[in-house]
């Protein structure tokens, strides 16, 4: 198969998920995560029309940046070291694992323009799950409000990697729920508009709850 196959059979499953929620295939953005692939499959991504790629670690990152520069918009979807910042973040347009304020505060020290980004909440038990409890969202909004170069645009969760699609279908209603709270905050720096919710397995049902951003990895591009 190849990707624009992929694709073709991935954007009809976003039809009918947003046909059984009643909303616009439109409010859905797809980011390819490329994070197991070289440049030639990257392309092939590109190529098919997908302009948003995601990747999780620096050196696949900056290789593919440099390869690819303007012609993608770029997402990081791993846990970003500290010390790592200063490498990457003037080369992305949005970051979806923001979980602490030191990572705010070295974001404020190196960006040179404000940075899109997505607090990562944990809505599973799953230990392997980065990100803050749902009870430590509020606050962390609100500390955030001194980081000129953070703009929260939404929350971003991993449902853990199930066949019970109850237990999935419930960490995207929390996240739905806990950005409802910030909403309701109304704060200048955290619009909290967006949902970074699902994967290859579990799309379907992240755009069924809500989802404005997926993250397809091997569904999408295989893993090779
Ligand atoms: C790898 C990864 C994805 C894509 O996973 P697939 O199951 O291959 O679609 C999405 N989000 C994050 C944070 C990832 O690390």
Partial sequence: MTVQDNLSSVKIEIEKACRT????????????????????KTKEVLEAG???????RNEGLLHKHE??????????????????????????DYLHSLDRLSLAAE????AEKPIRCFVQVKTSEEESKHGLHPDEVLT??????????????????????TD??????????????????????????????????GMSNDYFIAVEEGATYIRLGTILIGDK
Avoid at 107 to 110: A, D, E, L, P, V
Avoid at 149 to 156: A, D, E, H, N, S
Wanted: hydrophobic content about 40%; some cysteine.
């Fill in 50 to 56: 997908v302009r948003h790629l995601g990747e999780n």
């Fill in 21 to 40: 929620a009643g909303r616009s295939p439109e409010e859905v953005t797809l980011v390819a995560v490329t994070k197991t692939v070289g440049i030639e």
């Fill in 140 to 161: 962390f909004m609100e500390e955030l409000a001194v980081y000129d170069k953070i703009q929260v645009i939404g929350l971003m969760t991993m449902a853990p990697y």
């Fill in 107 to 110: 974001i404020q020290k190196r």
């Fill in 164 to 197: 019970d699609t109850k237990e999935i279908r419930k960490c995207f209603q929390t996240l739905k729920a806990v950005q409802k709270e910030v909403q309701d905050l109304h704060l200048t720096n955290a619009p909290c508009s967006e949902l970074s919710m």
């Fill in 67 to 92: 390869e690819i520069g303007q012609e993608a918009i770029w997402h990081f979807i791993g846990s970003l070291q500290t010390r790592k910042v200063k490498e990457v973040i003037n080369k992305i």
